[in-house]
Nanobody, 122 residues
Framework: QVQLVESGGGLVQAGGSLRLSCAAS????????MGWFRQTPGKEREFVAV????????VYADSVKGRFTISRDNAKDTVYLQMNSLKPEDTAVYYC???????????????WGQGTQVTVSS
């Protein structure tokens, strides 16, 4: 089992940057696939990015490709989401998730953080 805590959200102007962190506690962080998702009121949780056990070959949603970068530091049990060139439509609660399968569907993930709010003003 693993516990996840996100941080780094906040208010930023369009075009700005934020870096989200997700700290994991528990066993075997390096064995988990780690994903970032986001959700706005009234909408389903949306895939943002996923990174496998190693740091190679992450996958991104088309809406964030070229602007967001997911990375992980297995020595620190932490996964990051660097968000650049932010747009108002990126406004959402961002969640990190841990699972055993390299998937983009939220239901494939077993553990979730509490979320961190990102607000991008125009």
């Amino acid at each position: 089992q693993v516990q996840l805590v996100e941080s780094g959200g906040g208010l930023v102007q369009a075009g700005g940057s934020l870096r989200l962190s997700c700290a994991a506690s528990g066993r075997s962080f390096s064995s988990y696939v780690m994903g970032w998702f986001r959700q706005t009121p009234g909408k389903e949780r949306e895939f943002v990015a996923v990174i496998p056990w190693s740091t190679s070959s992450p996958v991104y949603a088309d809406s964030v490709k070229g602007r967001f970068t997911i990375s992980r530091d297995n020595a620190k049990d932490t996964v990051y989401l660097q968000m650049n060139s932010l747009k108002p439509e990126d406004t959402a609660v961002y969640y990190c998730a841990a699972g055993y399968r390299f998937r983009v569907a939220p239901h494939a993930y077993d553990y979730w953080g509490q979320g961190t709010q990102v607000t991008v003003s125009s």
